[in-house]
């Protein structure tokens, strides 16, 4: 089974990037029908989280949380779609999707930190920006998008420091203290006069500055000129997306 897979893998990548397409293409199109949608990709996500762990069982290097990326992109991505205002930018979007859900598939279990690395920002940002539109357009009076901040973050920041060279009781600590860190920044840009995708890009921003700071930290390649670089490079950004977005008072 396990060397069919391997001489298949290829085919069977390029199979579930097109069965996204496709899923989402015909009951999202011209309007959502959720009550189809919604179980179709739930049992799409099950199907594929099920190839993926048959891919990656016998690989010793990896724990079962490397699973957790895939499912967590496919989530954040899923959610993006719904997003996009036109049927051009969708149909683009859709293109793009074939791209990486076969690069994801077709690299799944294989070490690599740049892969990792663009998977993790490519999650986190589909994600928070789901978020954000989520509470924006579906507001709750609870906690319940604070829950799925946690959840989501400390997640993926976990699953993201699977291969680091440290103890799992000190992946779960940096991953416990960076999730709750962005679960308080979800809370506090919240009340921010700000469109939600302005929100987004900030957590997101805040994200990268301080995943890439305990990342390199945890692999003791943490040096004084990589903080100053990251925190340059997020006030940067901060600035310009504050400069650029409308501010507007909240009714």
Known sequence: MQSIIEK???????????????????????LPVFRFLLPAFGLYLI????YNYAVVRKDTAHSKLMLVRPVLFYLGWFGLFFIIPNTFWRGVFLLISVVLIYSIERTIGKPGEQLLFN????????????????????????????????IFSLALIR??????????????????????LLTQLFWVL?????????LALLLFNIF?????????FLYNQLTRQKVQFNLILAAAFTLIILSVTPWQIIQ
């Open 190 to 198: 919240s009340f921010l006069p700000l469109h939600y995708s302005a």
């Open 47 to 50: 199907c594929v989280t099920l």
């Open 208 to 216: 990268t500055c301080v995943w890439t700071i305990t990342y390199n």
């Open 8 to 30: 298949y893998h290829y085919l069977i990548s390029g199979i579930i990037a097109v069965l996204f397409v496709v899923i989402v293409q015909f009951f999202a199109t011209p």
């Open 159 to 180: 699953a993201s420091y699977d291969l680091m060279p440290q103890l799992p009781r000190t992946k779960w600590l940096y991953a416990l203290v960076l999730a709750l």
């Open 119 to 150: 998977e993790t920002l490519l999650t986190s940002f589909a994600g928070f920006m789901t978020l954000t539109a989520l509470s924006h357009y579906f507001p709750l009076h609870g906690t319940e998008y604070l829950a799925a901040v946690f």
